[in-house]
């Protein structure tokens, strides 16, 4: 993505407006971390106190309004770099569960009045759709009376906001729905029976919405590799995987599903292949590999054959037959005629490819970390893999992906949680530490290692180093999900 200079009145005002959610987001978050008088509140209040009074002296007021997944901002629309999605989404998720959809100030603020309205909408009711009104009401009593906000208009085909426990039992649900769908449709593609299209697009739509809302669910539950089933849990990985970049590249939503789907069966030419040869723990001769290359031609040939994927089919066909395609055509299959991967058959590369090597097979009992498939991801950049979806692909998964069992500078051990939305906190996300009880490890509470200290502004904890699972006979899916 080349930036443009800032040449028109718009592209100023997205620059603002992107400035202005950075910000305000990062001082709404704060509050939920340090108290009014903290020295970092401060800080955090006064950058985004510079924003709002530049733009009121510019433009005589700041009015920032949701409509659907956008922002406008006094009336334009903010356009949002890949690498800013994330903390767009995380600002709109925080406004919308409190039923608040537009936020103005109408004159220049101060300090405090901008830290009582924050710490005000910190404090609301989530689900409450009269919020609008007691935030009216408070500003009113505070004195307050050049900061407003309305509520938020809904539109009938938008998901409401459901809480984050109902959030992670449907993506358990979706995750493991699709596992028995990949097997039963892979089955079927063997033994020649009609396949369950349509229960599959219902699936990824799910997929898509849990994704939407809060992927890490999702993502958690792809990073744990499963020894059994390689496969299945592989496809819906790459699915899950393939629909996470997606919707942080702005891929609109009916097209992610279709996505999800192109992940899902991306290996389904693999049914033609003998399980010796997928499963072999040896080498593989050069007549075994000439058909495991076939796949990807083979894959196409089965979905096209298949009229039941209806207006799916070119798209999936993408996901098929390019994913060894590598970014500059030197995978396979060869083609006669040199043509750029589509963006479906690159975003299913990198899926496919972190996926493969993290996990345990046959041949390969030691899989990579993720660190270092991050690491092979950045040296293949633009040979292997589109640059710019490695750069939004390593954003996502963090150094420190969600799972990763760490040993803390406090001597506690604590599983990844969460990871942060903002690129510099990428090394420091959300950890549920650990503690030792009768013979066995229980889940404590989570904290937030881009947390300082009140007093001297150091970090609370720092990562010392990664630590494996399995010395410790402890199962990340428990802590997880
Ligand atoms: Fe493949
Ligand atoms: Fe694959």
């Known amino acids: 993505m080349v930036e443009k200079p800032f040449s028109t009145q718009e592209d100023l005002s997205s620059k603002m407006g992107t400035e202005f959610v950075i910000r305000f987001y990062r001082l709404l978050k704060g509050t939920a971390i340090y108290d009014r008088n903290n020295v970092v509140m401060d800080q955090y209040a006064q950058e985004c106190l510079q924003t709002i009074n530049n733009t009121v002296k510019a433009d005589d007021h700041l009015f920032f309004k949701i409509v659907r997944d956008n922002s406008f901002f006094n009336g334009v629309k903010i356009q949002v770099r890949a690498d800013n999605y994330p903390i767009f989404k995380g600002f709109l998720n925080e406004l919308r569960k409190r039923w608040i959809g537009e936020v103005e100030f109408s004159e220049e603020v101060s300090k405090d009045h901008l830290k009582d309205f924050v710490f005000l909408l910190s404090g609301l009711e989530e689900n409450n759709e009269s919020n609008y009104l007691y935030v009216t009401k408070q500003l009113e009593y505070k004195s307050i009376p050049h900061i407003h906000v309305a509520k938020l208009e809904f539109f009938k085909d938008e998901e409401i906001y459901v809480d984050s426990e109902d959030q992670k039992r449907r993506s358990k649900e979706v995750y493991f729905k699709s596992i028995n769908l990949v097997k039963e449709v892979m089955d079927g593609v063997k033994t020649q029976k009609v396949v369950n299209i349509r229960k599959a697009k219902r699936l990824m739509q799910n997929a898509v919405n849990a994704i939407i809302q809060d992927d890490s669910a999702l993502l958690g539950l792809a990073n744990i590799k499963n020894y059994d089933e390689y496969t299945f849990n592989h496809s819906v990985n790459v699915a899950v995987y393939a629909i996470a970049i997606g919707q942080r590249i702005g891929i609109p939503k009916k097209h992610?599903?279709?996505?999800?789907?192109?992940?899902?069966?991306?290996?389904?030419?693999?049914?033609?292949?003998?399980?010796?040869?997928?499963?072999?723990?040896?080498?593989?001769?050069?007549?075994?590999?000439?058909?495991?290359?076939?796949?990807?031609?083979?894959?196409?040939?089965?979905?096209?054959?298949?009229?039941?994927?209806?207006?799916?089919?070119?798209?999936?066909?993408?996901?098929?037959?390019?994913?060894?395609?590598?970014?500059?055509?030197?995978?396979?299959?060869?083609?006669?005629?040199?043509?750029?991967?589509?963006?479906?058959?690159?975003?299913?590369?990198?899926?496919?490819?972190?996926?493969?090597?993290?996990?345990?097979?046959?041949?390969?009992?030691?899989?990579?970390?993720?660190?270092?498939?991050?690491?092979?991801?950045?040296?293949?950049?633009?040979?292997?893999?589109?640059?710019?979806?490695?750069?939004?692909?390593?954003?996502?998964?963090?150094?420190?992906?969600?799972?990763?069992?760490?040993?803390?500078?406090?001597?506690?051990?604590?599983?990844?949680?969460?990871?942060?939305?903002?690129?510099?906190?990428?090394?420091?996300?959300?950890?549920?530490?650990?503690?030792?009880?009768?013979?066995?490890?229980?889940?404590?509470?989570?904290?937030?290692?881009?947390?300082?200290?009140e007093t001297t502004a150091q970090y609370k904890w720092d990562i010392v180093k990664t630590l494996d699972p399995n010395e410790y006979s402890i199962n990340i899916a428990e802590y997880l999900i």
Do not use: C
């Open 256 to 453: 992610l599903s279709h996505l999800g789907m192109a992940g899902l069966f991306h290996d389904i030419g693999k049914t033609a292949i003998s399980k010796e040869i997928l499963n072999k723990p040896g080498k593989l001769n050069a007549q075994e590999w000439a058909i495991i290359r076939a796949h990807p031609v083979a894959g196409t040939e089965l979905v096209m054959r298949m009229k039941e994927w209806g207006e799916l089919s070119t798209r999936m066909i993408t996901g098929t037959f390019e994913h060894h395609l590598r970014f500059d055509l030197s995978g396979y299959p060869k083609l006669t005629r040199k043509r750029k991967a589509t963006l479906f058959g690159r975003i299913i590369t990198l899926a496919d490819f972190y996926d493969a090597l993290g996990r345990p097979r046959a041949y390969n009992r030691f899989p990579y970390v993720s660190e270092k498939i991050l690491g092979l991801m950045m040296e293949q950049s633009g040979k292997d893999f589109d640059p710019i979806l490695v750069k939004v692909f390593i954003n996502m998964i963090g150094i420190y992906p969600l799972g990763t069992l760490v040993l803390l500078n406090t001597n506690e051990m604590g599983i990844v949680v969460k990871v942060q939305e903002e690129t510099e906190l990428i090394d420091r996300p959300k950890v549920t530490l650990l503690f030792y009880k009768d013979g066995q490890y229980r889940k404590g509470k989570m904290v937030d290692l881009s947390e300082k200290d």
